[in-house]
């Protein structure tokens, strides 16, 4: 492999480095000076990083792909951002929040993976549903026709996945899910490679590694995660730390709590096992008893929609993959995500991802379906009326500085959006006569 075959790739998105950034590119280029550097950056940002950005090209994106997470995470998934590096044959994707402890990026290219992340830690959700721990896409080294390959596919790979929105949100699961699926040709990282490659939050594996003078290729998110661990190690190469601001340590340990604390009450960690070997009989008897235990109206639904959603996502997946029996029963996992609708209020990611997937879930072939899509719809409904009243209210109030034209506009335009959302709601058979409708359409309609 020559210095020519990969290309590091640094994202920015503002005009100044924080302290901690600033040590994150001198570390870059001090340890991976002799490889080409691009940053990527908006169109219309001006910077000027003097010495630290000298030797380090730009490639510009529109700017709108940098306006949130989820736009970063669609640009990431732009077969066009990886085409702009075509010339190369891999990208190792280095965000400023990454610290290099040595030059292993040829050692790691030869393995010829075409993907390989810091592992994740076992209580994510969303990771635990596609069955994959590799990897974060922070610090990761991509072989850019292989990706170019998947995302050529990546119709036929998203069709009927229940995981979809979950791509939008974090792209690099979309890179790792491919790398589970059998009928796709991508090869993600073992775990083990992978910890030789990135630590990003399972820093209590490698302490004692650690102790004894065992480094990774590099580490993720430390300016931020378990501060207490990593700053020590990296001011041991010359760097003098910036203030410590926590960390996630305390946000971590939470999580853990929360989620070992709810398995006291109802554990659906065997669960994922059973469904996986098919064992649809410990499956039954499980939900007959759980859901007899615990009514709609128990607090043990609060906080649960996220795991019963993933279960219910894993389940479908695994049937329309045909690594689960076509009869594996998925009624119970969707009565149970029913009370958690009912229980608690859910994260707004979950009521979005929920929205997305309500033309997967319209074709379950169980009751229950119904209840749940009348529920995601009144949420969104909800929402809506909420939001365009306030819309209306400002137009009243501005309607003596507004030209009456110019008002009726706005407020035609405010209704065909309400017509829109209604005619949804008739495409899932919601009655004009239910009490959604009661509650929310005169307003909507009558706008």
């Not at 979309?174 to 775990?191: L, P, T, W």
Request: with cysteine.
């Amino acid at each position: 492999m020559t210095d020519k075959s990969v290309v590091i790739v640094i994202p920015i998105y503002k005009d100044k480095l924080s302290p901690t950034e600033v040590i994150a590119l001198k570390q870059l280029n001090k340890i991976l000076g002799k490889y080409p550097r691009v940053f990527v950056a908006p169109q219309s940002l001006v910077f000027d990083f003097g010495s630290l950005g000298e030797g380090i090209g730009v490639e510009r994106f529109e700017d709108h792909w940098f306006q949130s997470v989820t736009s970063y995470s669609c640009l990431m998934m732009q077969k066009d951002f990886y085409a702009r590096f075509s010339a190369y044959e891999y990208m190792l994707l280095y965000q400023l929040d990454v610290f290099v402890f040595s030059d292993r990026l040829k050692e790691f290219c030869d393995m010829r993976f075409d993907y390989i992340g810091a592992p994740i830690g076992r209580f994510a959700p969303f990771w635990h549903a596609i069955g994959a721990r590799v990897g974060n896409g922070g610090f990761s080294l991509r072989r850019i026709p292989s990706v170019i390959r998947v995302l050529d596919d990546i119709d036929r790979i998203i069709a009927d996945t229940p995981f979809v929105h979950t791509f939008i949100l974090a792209e690099d699961i979309f890179f790792a899910y491919c790398g589970v699926r059998d009928d796709i040709e991508f090869k993600v990282a073992d775990i083990d490679t992978a910890f030789g490659f990135s630590v990003q939050e399972n820093t209590r594996h490698i302490f004692k590694k650690i102790q004894r003078g065992w480094r990774p290729f590099g580490c993720h998110g430390w300016s931020r995660i378990e501060q207490d661990f990593w700053w020590p190690v990296i001011e041991e190469h010359g760097y003098t730390m910036p203030g410590k601001t926590g960390g996630l340590p305390v946000y971590t340990h939470a999580l853990c709590h929360n989620y070992l604390s709810g398995r006291r009450v109802i554990d659906l960690q065997p669960v994922w096992g059973w469904l996986q070997r098919g064992e649809s009989l410990r499956l039954t008897e499980f939900w007959n008893e759980v859901l007899s235990k615990f009514p709609e109206s128990h607090d043990v639904w609060d906080g649960r929609l996220e795991e019963l959603t993933l279960l219910w996502c894993a389940a479908l997946e695994g049937v329309l993959r045909g690594r689960f029996p076509k009869d594996t029963d998925r009624e119970p996992i969707l009565e149970a995500v029913r009370r958690a609708m009912l229980k608690g209020e859910a994260k707004k990611y979950l009521w979005e991802m929920w929205d997305t997937m309500l033309p997967i879930l319209g074709r379950e072939p169980y009751p229950v379906k119904d209840a749940i899509i009348k529920l995601v719809l009144e949420k969104k409904l909800e929402k809506f009326v909420m939001l365009e009243q306030e819309k209306i209210d400002k137009l009243l109030r501005e309607k003596g500085q507004m030209p009456e034209r110019q008002y009726n506009i706005e407020r035609q335009v405010r209704m065909q959006a309400g017509q829109k959302l209604f005619e949804k709601a008739i495409e899932w058979n919601i009655s004009t006569e239910n009490e959604l409708w009661k509650k929310y359409g005169s307003e909507v309609i009558n706008l």
